[in-house]
C-alpha cells in the first residue's frame, strides 16, 4: 500500500495543473459571472467541494461564450491542510496522486464538462502567464445540407461557397508580430499587440479547417480574423484589404466575427520547468511595438 504524499507547500499552498476539456455551447464562456453558468464556475464549485475550502481557478485562455475546448490549461492553488481531503483512505498501488480526484470529478461534474489530469505544478507554473503558445481550429462545412447533426454543436454551417487558396493568400499576410486592433473587442489596459505564428487552412470535401496559433490571443481574436478571412474566401474582399487591417487601431466594423460554435481551443504549449519563471515574465511584461 502507497503512503500518502508528503504535502510540500509555498506560503500554505499547493498549486496544481488541470486539464481541461468542454462543450461550450451551454456555458456563458470560461470566467466566472454572477448568475451565469461558466466553465470556471462549475469546475470552482466543484473543487471547493471536494477540498472544502474555497479555490479559484486561472486559465491559459479565457474562452467566449460557446467557444469549445479540447486542450484548455489551468492552474489553482489548494489550502495544503485541504489537500489530504482528496486522498484516498485505501490509496491502489501504482497509482498517480491525483487519479481519485480526476475519477471523482468525473462522477461530480456535469456532462459537458471534464478533468482530464490533474498534476502538482512544476515550480514558476503560471497557466496563463508561462504558456509559449495556444492552438486553436475552427471547422466550417459548406456542405448544402448543413453540418452532420452529430457535430453541429461544434461546426460552423456555411451557406456559400468559399475560395480557400484566396483564404490561404489572406491568412498568410496576417503572420508575425503585429498590432491586432482592428481583430480585438476593446479591453481597458490591455495591449492588442500580438504574435501570430500560424493561420492556414485545409481542405476535406465539404469541412474547411482553419489551424490558428499566436503566443497569446487578445478578445475575439481568433472569430475575427476567421471572419475577415471568410469575406475574402467569398470574393467580397481581397488579401490586400485583410493585410490592411494590421495599420487600424480600433475594432474595425467592417466584417463581422465568425460564430462561437465553430471554435474549439486544442492546446497550450508551455517551456521546460527550468524556463516557467523567466517566460511569465515576459510575458507579464506590457508588450509594445
Known amino acids: 500500500m502507497n503512503d500518502v504524499p508528503a504535502i510540500e507547500a509555498d506560503g500554505g499552498y499547493v498549486r496544481l495543473?488541470?486539464?481541461?476539456?468542454y462543450d461550450g455551447t451551454e456555458f456563458a464562456g470560461w470566467a466566472t459571472q454572477a448568475g451565469q453558468r461558466t466553465v470556471a464556475g462549475v469546475l470552482e464549485e466543484s473543487l471547493s467541494t471536494v477540498f472544502?475550502?474555497?479555490?479559484?481557478?486561472?486559465?491559459?485562455?479565457?474562452?467566449?461564450?460557446?467557444?469549445?475546448?479540447?486542450?484548455q490549461v489551468a492552474h489553482v492553488d489548494v489550502p495544503a491542510d485541504a489537500l489530504p481531503n482528496v486522498y484516498p483512505r485505501t490509496p491502489r498501488?501504482?497509482?498517480?496522486?491525483?487519479?481519485?480526484?480526476?475519477?471523482?470529478?468525473?462522477?461530480?461534474l456535469p456532462a459537458d464538462v471534464r478533468v482530464r489530469d490533474i498534476v502538482r505544478a512544476a515550480a514558476g507554473f503560471d497557466a496563463r502567464f508561462s504558456a509559449l503558445r495556444r492552438?486553436?481550429?475552427?471547422?466550417?462545412?459548406?456542405?448544402?445540407?448543413?453540418?452532420?447533426?452529430?457535430?453541429?454543436?461544434?461546426?460552423?454551417?456555411?451557406?456559400?461557397?468559399?475560395?480557400?487558396?484566396a483564404m490561404s493568400?489572406?491568412?498568410?499576410?496576417?503572420?508575425?508580430?503585429?498590432?491586432f486592433a482592428?481583430?480585438?473587442?476593446?479591453?481597458e489596459g490591455a495591449t492588442t499587440i500580438r504574435d501570430l505564428q500560424r493561420f492556414d487552412w485545409e481542405l476535406d470535401g465539404d469541412l474547411i479547417t482553419a489551424h490558428v496559433t499566436a503566443d497569446a490571443f487578445c478578445w475575439s481574436m481568433v472569430r475575427s480574423l476567421v471572419g475577415a478571412v471568410l469575406s475574402v474566401g467569398e470574393h467580397r474582399r481581397t488579401a490586400d484589404?485583410?493585410?490592411?487591417?494590421?495599420?487600424?487601431?480600433?475594432?474595425?466594423?467592417?466584417?463581422a466575427a465568425a460564430p462561437a460554435r465553430g471554435l474549439t481551443l486544442v492546446g497550450v504549449d508551455y517551456p521546460p520547468d527550468s524556463e516557467l519563471q523567466a517566460r511569465t515574465l515576459i510575458t507579464r511584461d506590457l508588450r509594445t511595438r
Open 52 to 71: 472544502r475550502s474555497p479555490v479559484r481557478l486561472r486559465a491559459a485562455g479565457r474562452t467566449d461564450t460557446g467557444v469549445h475546448a479540447t486542450g
Open 241 to 255: 484589404w485583410c493585410a490592411a487591417l494590421l495599420g487600424d487601431t480600433k475594432r474595425s466594423s467592417d466584417f
Open 17 to 21: 495543473r488541470l486539464d481541461i476539456a
Open 169 to 179: 493568400s489572406a491568412s498568410q499576410k496576417l503572420l508575425g508580430l503585429n498590432d
Open 182 to 187: 482592428a481583430f480585438c473587442r476593446h479591453r
Open 135 to 165: 492552438h486553436y481550429v475552427y471547422r466550417i462545412s459548406t456542405a448544402v445540407y448543413g453540418v452532420e447533426p452529430h457535430q453541429a454543436r461544434y461546426i460552423t454551417s456555411w451557406p456559400r461557397s468559399l475560395d480557400v487558396d
Open 93 to 108: 498501488p501504482n497509482q498517480a496522486e491525483f487519479q481519485p480526484l480526476v475519477r471523482r470529478l468525473g462522477r461530480l
